[in-house]
């Protein structure tokens, strides 16, 4: 398999994979956040001076899109609008207590599913992925990638 495209073909059937077990720790949720909400609480979470049009820009949809997507969140309490004190005139987005709960259940789901996972594989695979990820975050250019895979 030293063919790139090989490799690649590897890559994206992994990365299926993977996207299924964290699919399914996500879908075990209750009460069950669709995905694009989870993916605005997500963006919020990463960076606390979210506003509208920084949310709209990330997510890639226009304003009034993912204005919707924080009234269904700021209806279900886990999305509090506010004044922003840099500059009265922008809301700043952010978490409520509940919705950084339901986060970090998430991120426990998932680890643990991840781990289920991991625990199938010998000591050995596991240090062989480890090492793969960390060339290939180097290769893509992620820094902040690479953070987490340096503590592994």
Not at 11 to 31: H, I, K, M, R, Y
Not at 37 to 60: D, F, K, P, Y
Not at 70 to 91: F, I, K, M, N, S
């Amino acid at each position: 398999m030293d063919r790139v495209t090989d490799v690649a073909a590897a890559v994206e059937s992994t990365v299926d994979a993977l996207t299924g077990v964290l699919d399914a720790a996500d879908q075990a949720q209750n009460p069950s956040v669709p995905p694009a909400q989870l993916r605005v609480l997500s963006i919020i979470a990463q960076n606390q001076h979210t506003n509208m049009s920084r949310l709209a820009e990330a997510l890639e949809v226009v304003p009034s899109s993912a204005s919707r997507l924080c009234d269904r969140l700021e209806a279900t309490g886990l999305l509090r609008r506010v004044p922003d004190p840099r500059d009265r005139r922008e809301v700043r987005l952010l978490l409520t207590s509940s919705a950084r709960k339901l986060l970090d259940q998430l991120r426990e789901r998932r680890r643990a599913a991840l781990a289920d996972v991991l625990d199938r594989m010998s000591a050995g695979d596991r240090q062989e992925l480890v090492h793969a990820l960390r060339a290939f975050a180097d290769a893509a250019g992620g820094e902040a990638g690479n953070e987490a895979l340096r503590t592994a």
